[in-house]
T-cell receptor, first 109, second 118 residues
């Protein structure tokens, strides 16, 4: 079956760095997405990786290892507004998104 | 950037009534739109994939006669929850994929519709 695993909740301190891990098992693979979702709102796109390696976008970076079925989202210089759920989603061979349950990130002052 | 709108943002209705939710791509044409449902603290659950001009493809366990989907144009898809019951109360989100797919194969999400059935 298809499966996405990511931690349920993480806590970090304002100004610090946090890494949110995601492992996936899908029928075929056409890339991995990270989305940010604030409570009561729709997800917003953060990153897309289809090749191995690290993609950096400002304070956010995303890493992919296809051979390990593994990705992480790295958030630097954490701000209070980064408190949200972070959703990992893999695109399978039919170009359908398989969603993880999301990681709730709590930022403390 | 690509914008997707949803209407209404919130709706409260009585049990047994039908509710229509609209999803529009505002600045691009979307041959494919997706309808998701999300329960509190849960992940997004794909309900159906809607292709312009053809019947929607429903995920296993989703009743097509209860959740009617119409994708009449390249910019509009509608989801109608028929004979709604309290267990249908949820956050419904649509997304759209550009007719001209980007390298990122990105789906653009609408802001969601909060449905409460009394």
């Amino acid at each position: 079956g298809q499966n996405i695993d990511q931690p349920t909740e993480m806590t970090a301190t304002e100004g610090a760095i946090v890494q949110i891990n995601c492992t996936y098992q899908t029928s075929g693979f056409n890339g991995l997405f990270w989305y940010q979702q604030h409570a009561g709102e729709a997800p917003t796109f953060l990153s897309y990786n289809v090749l191995d390696g690290l993609e950096e976008k400002g304070r956010f970076s995303s890493f992919l290892s296809r051979s390990k079925g593994y990705s992480y989202l790295l958030l630097k210089e954490l701000q209070m507004k980064d408190s949200a759920s972070y959703l990992c989603a893999a695109l399978d061979s039919n170009y359908q998104l398989i969603w993880g349950a999301g990681t709730k990130l709590i930022i403390k002052p | 950037g690509a914008v997707v709108s949803q209407h209404p943002s919130r709706v409260i209705c009585k049990s047994g009534t039908s509710v229509k939710i609209e999803c529009r791509s505002l600045d691009f044409q979307a041959t494919t739109m997706f309808w998701y449902r999300q329960f509190p603290k849960k992940s997004l659950m794909l309900m159906a994939t809607s292709n312009e001009g053809s019947k929607a493809t429903y995920e296993q366990g989703v009743e097509k006669d209860k959740f009617l989907i119409n994708h009449a144009s390249l910019t509009l898809s509608t989801l109608t929850v028929t004979s709604a019951h309290p267990e249908d109360s949820s956050f419904y989100i649509c997304s759209a994929r550009d007719q001209v797919p980007s390298f990122e194969n990105e789906q653009f999400f609408g802001p969601g519709t909060r449905l409460t059935v009394l």
